[in-house]
């Protein structure tokens, strides 16, 4: 895209109030909406891209799941492995159902079957139903939400534990062992969270993050202010070893006498709404935000509640997104509603506001919604977007592709996976630590079909990531193995 070109008005995040539907709907809305000009057009494309991506599934994938899910999910997180099998693991993951209250809001817990690495037939990847469930994912629990989910978050510590935004003031923090199955009909009574983080003046509907040194939690609001907790401020029996929080029974959500804890701090510096915040990997008193303000801010509370670094102008336009690189602390990832996702080292950036991206990374045609940096690879991170795809970059590729030339000018530098399964915005996604080139992700597919929403679990082909000159080696044992057997 020409950087010249004129950005439209980028919308906010989430689904417009009131206008939430079901799967149901899809067919009463569909034939309406492909009657319109514009999208027409937007749908005859995406039509066209799906199509040539489904042909090309037992190509790029070593396993692909499709479920069809009747409420859009604004989130998605992978929870523990539950079971491990030969040929399959099974592992929670964890989804919300945003519902336009004909039926509560839900967090939802399902068990999922993993199938590992070159054990699926081909067959099994192309032949999916883009209207069916997938029989590799099955609800275990239901949890009915105060509120719909807008972000879901795991404690590291324990992935038992998790912790949920709504459009309110107050993060909620749930023990999933401990929490009842619910039935999720209308006028049922809201489950209660097992505990309350309180100290935002103003809606906090995005911004959330788990520490992964310690139990802390950390969010962003309306009020344009980040705010961090220690869940540890309310416990009353925590193991002293983090090591031991592995279990139910080592939950660190047991709460007292009060089901509600004030912050351990409240740090000002954004002069709009904070979209998104993340932890330094290794601290948990270090952290950076992003906010509709265009800036990127890192922190430090033992100096202060202000600003250490503060990147005014870090992209031009609202961020949505923020990722902190768990290989190389270094690197931070920033997405936007310019389309574009910039990587910062953090060394090159000063305290009067000063600071160029090491990398920018152009390869969406809608704003970024998701950034999250690959737990297998210092150096690859995914990005998903309104546009509905969700790419694999590798930062390492950039250079390589300058010194070597363009072998395709039309790929963007440093992208060498685009996932085009879904047919309408990728609002999340999530890579699997397990397992960790499987990924989850999901779409609101509100606009395109009239309804509902996608969720796909997928592993690219090992062929795409492995060394080269190891791929190589494979194919000539392939070819000469072909070639034997054609002698005979």
């Not at 099998?85 to 159902?97: A, H, M, N, P, V």
């Not at 925590?238 to 089901?259: C, E, F, I, P, R």
């Not at 351990?264 to 709404?273: A, M, Y």
């Not at 590729?397 to 047919?423: C, I």
């Amino acid at each position: 895209m020409d950087a010249t070109t004129p950005l439209s008005e980028p919308r906010k995040r989430g689904r417009p109030k009131g206008s939430t539907k079901s799967k149901g709907d899809k067919e009463k809305e569909a034939s309406a909406k492909r009657r319109g000009t514009g999208g027409e057009k937007r749908n005859v494309a995406l039509d066209e891209r799906y199509i040539h991506w489904k042909q090309l599934v037992p190509v790029l994938y070593d396993w692909f799941s499709h479920h069809n899910l009747v409420w859009p999910s604004l989130s998605c997180r992978w929870g523990p492995i539950v079971d491990n099998g030969t040929y399959k693991d099974k592992q929670r993951l964890y989804l919300s159902e945003q519902t336009d209250q004909t039926v509560p809001n839900t967090l939802i817990i399902a068990n999922c079957e993993i199938v590992k690495p070159r054990v699926a037939a081909e067959n099994h990847i192309a032949n999916f139903n883009e209207d069916a469930r997938s029989p590799f994912i099955k609800k275990f629990k239901t949890i009915i939400h105060p509120g719909e989910v807008n972000r879901i978050r795991e404690l590291p510590q324990n992935k038992n534990i998790v912790a949920t935004h709504t459009d309110c003031p107050e993060v909620l923090i749930w023990d999933i062992e401990a929490q009842p199955n619910r039935n999720a009909v209308l006028g049922a009574a809201e489950s209660r969270p097992d505990l309350v983080l309180s100290g935002h003046q103003d809606n906090a509907e995005f911004a959330l993050a788990m520490c992964p040194a310690e139990p802390f939690v950390l969010s962003g609001g309306k009020d344009k202010s980040v705010v961090l907790w220690s869940i540890q401020d309310h416990v009353s029996t925590l193991a002293t070893d983090a090591g031991q929080l592995t279990g139910s029974a080592g939950s660190v959500v047991k709460a007292a006498d009060n089901s509600s804890i004030g912050p351990r701090g409240v740090f000002q510096g954004h002069d709009d709404t904070v979209e998104d915040v993340q932890f330094c990997p290794s601290s948990s008193q270090q952290f950076c935000s992003v906010g509709d303000d265009s800036c990127l801010i890192l922190w430090d509370a033992r100096i202060g509640c202000g600003p250490v670094v503060k990147v005014e102008k870090a992209h031009n336009a609202d961020l949505h997104c923020v990722d902190w690189n768990s290989h190389d602390e270094n690197y931070i990832l920033t997405g936007s509603a310019d389309r574009t996702i910039h990587m910062f080292d953090r060394r090159n950036l000063s305290s009067d506001g000063v600071g160029l991206p090491v990398h920018k990374f152009a390869g969406h045609t809608s704003a970024v919604l998701c950034v999250q940096w690959s737990p297998g690879k210092r150096s690859v991170f995914g990005s998903s977007a309104e546009d509905g795809l969700l790419n694999i970059w590798d930062y390492e590729k950039v250079d390589k592709k300058k010194e070597s030339g363009s072998k395709s000018p039309s790929a963007p530098p440093g992208l060498f996976f685009q996932h085009a399964g879904h047919r309408d915005k990728v609002v999340d996604f999530h890579w699997n630590v397990s397992d960790p080139w499987t990924v989850a992700s999901v779409s609101d597919d509100g606009e395109s079909s009239g309804g509902g929403g996608t969720l796909q679990i997928w592993r690219m082909t090992d062929l795409l990531y492995r060394p080269e000159e190891e791929v190589l080696e494979e194919l000539q044992k392939f070819k000469d193995h072909v070639l034997e057997c054609s002698k005979t």
